[in-house]
């Protein structure tokens, strides 16, 4: 509403003085501001009994101005409160990263569970993407997860083409195979965080959807361990097949791993339990080792016995079978260098390579020898159309 100026008569005028009892005309004398975010001054309001009195036209001005300035704010706080509970719902209605992984995936795995031992059947990419979560850690480069997940889908792949026919399962859901956790204990793991890491996972796992590594045209067995001790092993090394693409190759970027040093001391009495051989008590033990081409003990000879370095460390449960003995009175204490039995793509190595600017193709290929990307329509075309 605008307010106008009026041109009052004289006897208008004379009209208002004879009211000057009862009004104050200079308190309510009309005036345009003159800046313009300066309030108008109000009209019609008079005085009764102490109390402000507004007049009908005032509180129609009021009811405008209350419509104009007001009830929006009214409407707006609900809408903002209830757009609030509304995203929420949404968000919770929004499709899990493991729906995103299962849309048109022609593939599932049948995953014993260790706990329950029962059966989970779960889409393949699913099944990719909760191993990625459980084996490598999700801070870790998103180049680096690529490379996991190829390793990952590759290693199941190959499960699925030669497994046994009257075995109920695919594979189990620990290290014998791939450690695999389900949606559960995922968020039991990460908490409020799950939400982010599972995206952040999905995106890698999405980015290889499909792709396998092989060599020769057929699927390879892709090993991975934790951390190297410097130098990845040669497959005859720790085991009894040389294998082409499993070679030995520096990996220089484990050395900022946590594991990559560890120390356990054993009594006597505890080696020879898990050697099952006897020691002398106070007598210096004699004690001999050869060593592969990564500096990874090949055989030790402990008082005349001879063991793998693969032995030793299994039956122990040493990190790595690249380790040193030192004997302090009726003591052995052995320090190891890396995680694992070093064999295929170390996971703190491809960070480390991720890290530097490599993608994950460049990080298989490093790892695994003389290997290339597949897709699984050209590479196992069977196991797609089953």
């Known amino acids: 509403m ?8 004289s006897k208008q005028i004379q009209k208002i003085k004879k009211k000057k009892s009862t009004f104050n005309h200079q308190r309510f004398q009309k005036k345009m501001p003159t800046n313009p975010r300066q309030k108008l001054p109000r009209k019609n309001v008079g005085m009764n009994n102490g ?7 005032t509180t129609f001005i009021f009811g405008i101005v209350f419509i ?3 009830v929006p704010s009214l409407v707006v706080v609900p809408f903002i409160s209830g757009s609030k509970v509304q995203s929420q719902t949404v968000e919770q209605q929004q499709p899990e990263a493991h729906e995103e992984l299962a849309e048109d995936s022609a593939v599932e795995v049948a995953v014993m569970r260790s706990q329950t031992e029962q059966i989970e059947n779960v889409p393949l990419e699913t099944y990719v993407s909760r191993v990625v979560a459980a084996e490598m850690p999700v801070e870790f480069e998103t180049e680096a997860l690529k490379a996991q997940a190829l390793a990952a889908r590759t290693f199941i792949v190959n499960q699925l083409l030669f497994k046994e026919k009257d075995t109920e399962s695919d594979v189990s859901d620990t290290i014998m195979d791939q450690v695999y956790k389900d949606e559960s204990e995922l968020r039991a793991k990460w908490g409020n965080d799950y939400n982010k890491n599972m995206e952040k996972i999905t995106e890698a796992v999405l980015a290889t959807k499909d792709q396998i590594l092989t060599y020769n045209n057929e699927p390879i067995t892709p090993q991975f361990f934790s951390t190297s001790n410097g130098y990845t092993e040669n497959s005859e090394d720790y085991w009894s097949n040389e294998i082409p693409y499993l070679r030995s190759v520096a990996s220089p970027w484990d050395e900022v791993s946590p594991y990559y040093l560890d120390q356990e001391t054993f009594t006597l009495e505890a080696v020879e339990t898990a050697l099952g051989i006897d020691l002398p008590n106070n007598k210096q033990l004699a004690i001999e080792a050869t060593r592969t081409e ?10 005349g016995s001879l063991f793998t370095g693969r032995e030793v460390r299994e039956k122990l449960q040493l990190r790595s079978n690249d380790f040193t003995i030192e004997q302090k009175d009726n003591y052995l204490i052995f320090t190891t260098k890396g995680n694992g039995h070093g064999v295929g793509m170390s996971q703190y190595g491809a960070n480390g390579m991720a890290k530097e600017g490599k993608n994950y193709e460049e990080i298989v290929k490093y790892y695994y020898k003389g290997i290339e990307i597949s897709s699984l329509d050209d590479a196992v075309p069977t196991l797609v159309m089953q």
């Open 2 to 9: 605008l307010l106008r100026n009026r041109n009052y008569t």
């Open 51 to 57: 109390r402000i009195r507004w007049g009908l036209p």
């Open 68 to 70: 104009i300035l007001v």
């Open 294 to 303: 990564s500096q990874r003990v090949d055989e030790l000879k402990l008082e």
